[in-house]
């Protein structure tokens, strides 16, 4: 299964605020590239995945929701839409400025800095929703 980055919003007035694409050329980068890398500091993670980085339950495992469902891993962390709006900007302008970046970095043939680009520019969307909304986000990347 492909993983995704995407933006999920605290208070939505929108049922489907993450971008159709789901980031998934995105998310095939973001920890490799330099220009990307500032975008995970607005990123929370799922519950089950923090569970199977640290070993608390297996892939795979029965009652390993059940594992999950009696931890309290705290709230959720939300940041401002114009703070991660201008990363997600300053992130789109250095791939299209320099858009061999991404093959120097991750190497997939089928990765393309167009695909990227694209991700970046559905994302700004839903960030200036969240503006418009006047609620706040934090990006979501899964596998």
């Known amino acids: 299964m492909p993983s995704s ?3 999920v919003l605290e208070h939505s ?6 971008p159709q694409n789901r ?12 220009a990307l890398v500032p975008l995970l500091d607005y ?5 089950a995945q923090i569970a199977l980085a ?6 795979g495992e029965e009652d390993g929701q059940d594992d999950l469902d009696e931890i309290d891993l705290g709230p959720s962390e939300w940041f401002e839409p114009s703070a991660g709006l201008a990363a997600v900007q300053r992130a789109r302008l250095a791939i299209e400025t320099n858009p061999a970046s991404i093959a120097a970095v991750v190497y997939d043939p089928a990765l393309h800095a167009q695909d990227i680009v694209a991700d ?3 994302i700004e969307q839903a960030l ?3 503006m418009q909304q ?5 990006f979501l990347q899964s596998a």
């Open 5 to 7: 980055f995407l933006v």
């Open 13 to 18: 007035k929108r049922s489907a605020d993450a």
């Open 23 to 34: 980031g998934r050329a995105l998310a095939r980068v973001v920890e490799a590239h330099p």
């Open 43 to 47: 990123c929370a993670t799922e519950p």
């Open 54 to 59: 640290v070993g608390m339950v297996y892939a």
């Open 120 to 122: 970046l520019e559905a």
């Open 128 to 130: 200036s929703r969240a």
């Open 134 to 138: 006047e609620t706040r986000f934090h």
